[in-house]
């Protein structure tokens, strides 16, 4: 069994796309940075409800808080090379901040995959000690 499960909090830097497939279901995704240098740039793709409520609720500048499946997606260039391309399939995202000059940073849809909550929080209460491997 191969363990990919992924963690990651960052800045949105593009905005969240929405897709369908063919049978309807909604697909968004959206680049997060993760890294101050600006150089941790990852991409992040929803499906189903978590897709539509991402595609309504975050915006470029928000502080998210993904957790997901890591996969690598290869491809080939146009000049025939071979491109590996690291994403996260979100199983949940939370919105921890909106980005400066929001009208209302509270104003977040509520549902069972994304929440907010206020940077005052205290992180121990997120963290559940008995799920940490160490």
């Given at each position: 069994?191969?363990?990919a499960?992924?963690?990651?909090?960052?800045?949105?830097?593009?905005?969240p796309?929405?897709?369908?497939?063919?049978?309807?279901?909604?697909?968004?995704?959206?680049?997060?940075?993760?890294?101050?240098?600006?150089?941790?740039?990852?991409?992040?793709?929803?499906?189903?409800?978590l897709?539509?409520?991402?595609?309504?609720?975050?915006?470029i500048?928000?502080?998210?808080?993904v957790?997901?499946?890591?996969?690598?997606?290869?491809?080939?260039?146009?000049?025939?090379?071979?491109k590996?391309?690291?994403?996260?399939?979100?199983?949940?995202?939370?919105?921890?901040?909106?980005?400066?000059?929001?009208?209302?940073?509270s104003?977040?849809?509520?549902?069972?995959?994304?929440?907010?909550?206020?940077?005052?929080?205290?992180?121990?209460?997120?963290?559940?000690?008995?799920?940490?491997?160490?």
């Open positions: 069994m191969t363990l499960k992924a963690f990651i909090t960052g800045a949105v830097v593009k905005a796309e929405k897709r369908f497939t063919q049978n309807d279901m909604a697909i968004a995704g959206f680049t997060i940075n993760f890294d101050p240098a600006n150089e941790g740039l990852i991409r992040i793709v929803a499906f189903g409800q897709a539509e409520t991402i595609s309504s609720t975050i915006n500048g928000d502080n998210v808080a957790e997901g499946r890591l996969q690598i997606n290869s491809y080939k260039l146009p000049n025939g090379k071979d590996k391309v690291f994403e996260i399939s979100a199983n949940s995202v939370e919105k921890i901040s909106a980005a400066q000059g929001a009208t209302n940073p104003a977040v849809a509520q549902n069972d995959n994304i929440v907010s909550f206020n940077q005052d929080e205290i992180a121990q209460d997120l963290i559940d000690e008995d799920e940490i491997p160490f």
